[in-house]
C-alpha cells in the first residue's frame, strides 16, 4: 500500500464526513451519522470489491455471478426500503432481474459494446445500482400516493372499479417521478454532469471519443432498465386488492 496516496485519502476523505454530519447535527437532522456509517461501509465494501476483482474480472463467469450477487443485494436492499413481504419481494426480483437482463442483453447482442469481462462489470454494475435506485424511488412514491389519495381509491372501488383501474393514475405518476433524476441527469450530461463513466474511461487511458460512446451506452441503459423496473414494479402495485395505511 502506497501511503503517500492513501493517508493524504483517507484525511480527505474524514474532513468530508466530518463536514456532512456536522452539517446535519447543527440542523437537528435525525440519524446524522448516517453518511459516516455509510462511507465506512462504502470503505469496506470497495476494499472487498477491490480484492475479488484481481481475481474475476478476466473471467466472465465470475463476473456474471459478481453481477448476480450484486443483484440479489440491490433486490434485498430495496424490499427493505420499501417493507416488502414476500410477495413483492417476488415481484421485486422479477422486475429486476427482467429489467436488467433485457437492457444488458440489447447492450452486448446489439454490438454496442463488446463482451468482455471488463465492460460486462462496469455497465452491469451501473445498472444494477440504478435499477434499484429507481425501485426504490417507484415503490415510495407510488405507496405514498395510494395513502395520500385512499378516499379516492376507495371511492373507485365502492363504485365497482378493479384495483388496477382505481390506481393507475397514480402508477403512472409515479414512474414518471421516479424516472425525473435519471432524466434530468441525462439530460444534462455534460453540460452540468461531468459523468463518472466518462471520467472513469478517460483516466483509464480511453480516447474522450471512445469515453463518450461508452457515457452514452450506459445513460441509454440506465434509462432502459429504469423504465422496465418502474413500469413492471407500478403495475404489480396498481393490482393489489389492499390499499396500504402507510
Do not use: C
Not at 4 to 30: C, H, K, Q
Not at 41 to 59: G, K, N
Not at 232 to 242: D, Y
Amino acid at each position: 500500500m502506497d501511503w503517500s496516496v492513501t493517508l493524504p485519502t483517507l484525511i480527505g476523505v474524514s474532513v468530508l464526513v466530518a463536514i456532512t454530519a456536522v452539517a446535519l447535527r447543527l440542523y437537528g437532522v435525525r440519524q446524522w451519522y448516517a453518511g459516516a456509517l455509510a462511507i465506512l461501509r462504502a470503505a469496506l465494501q470497495l476494499a472487498a470489491l477491490s480484492l475479488v476483482l484481481t481475481i474475476v474480472i478476466e473471467d466472465l463467469l465470475w463476473v456474471w455471478l459478481a453481477l448476480g450477487v450484486m443483484l440479489v443485494a440491490a433486490i434485498l436492499t430495496a424490499g427493505r426500503r420499501l417493507h416488502a413481504d414476500w410477495r413483492m419481494l417476488l415481484t421485486l426480483t422479477g422486475t429486476m432481474a427482467l429489467a436488467v437482463a433485457v437492457t444488458l442483453a440489447t447492450i452486448f447482442l446489439s454490438g454496442a459494446l463488446e463482451l468482455t469481462p471488463q465492460y460486462l462489470l462496469a455497465i452491469g454494475g451501473i445498472v444494477v445500482g440504478n435499477a434499484m435506485t429507481i425501485t426504490t424511488l417507484t415503490g415510495r412514491r407510488h405507496s405514498s400516493s395510494v395513502v395520500a389519495h385512499r378516499d379516492e381509491v376507495e371511492g373507485w372501488l365502492a363504485l365497482g372499479a378493479t384495483p388496477r383501474q382505481s390506481t393507475i393514475d397514480i402508477a403512472r405518476n409515479a414512474v414518471r417521478e421516479a424516472l425525473i433524476p435519471t432524466i434530468d441527469q441525462t439530460r444534462t450530461t455534460g453540460l452540468v454532469v461531468l459523468p463518472g463513466a466518462f471520467v472513469g474511461a478517460v483516466f483509464a487511458g480511453a480516447s474522450p471519443i471512445e469515453a463518450g460512446r461508452f457515457q452514452l451506452v450506459v445513460l441509454a441503459g440506465i434509462l432502459s432498465a429504469g423504465a422496465l423496473v418502474a413500469v413492471g414494479l407500478s403495475e404489480s402495485m396498481s393490482r393489489s386488492k389492499t390499499v396500504p395505511t402507510r
